[in-house]
């Protein structure tokens, strides 16, 4: 059974930076999707950005130019680079993968178990 391992949340001031990281473990052949999503208290989970295994990606409107995607698919691993922090971007950061081809059979929306990320002074 896949899982996903989320690392790299924190505090971190206004206009700082974090990186935050997601590997994909199990017995994995290759993943088509990987992305991350965000959920602050009292909202609905929105997409932060995504990427699909042809190298396309897709941005939430209010991250646009500030974070920025990426896999090392060797690693089944996706990573966010998160500059220019703002005190909205805090929220629980979960990591998605979706049709993940495994020893097994295709798995779908396999979720991580989020990590904080708070942006305060």
């Known amino acids: 059974q896949v899982q996903l391992v989320e690392s790299g949340g924190g505090l971190v001031q206004p206009g700082g930076s974090l990186r935050l990281s997601c590997a994909a473990t199990g017995s994995i052949f290759s993943i088509y999707y990987m992305g991350w999503y965000r959920q602050a208290p009292g909202k609905q989970r929105e997409l932060v950005a995504d990427i699909n295994s042809s190298g396309i990606t897709n941005y939430g409107g209010s991250v646009k130019g500030r974070f920025t995607i990426s896999t090392v698919s060797a690693k089944n691993t996706v990573y966010l680079q998160m500059n220019s922090l703002k005190p909205e971007d805090t929220a629980v950061y979960y990591c998605?993968?979706?049709?993940?081809?495994?020893?097994?059979?295709?798995?779908?929306?396999?979720w991580g178990q989020g990590t904080q990320v708070t942006v305060s002074s």
């Open positions: 998605k993968a979706d049709r993940i081809r495994t020893t097994r059979g295709y798995e779908y929306n396999v």
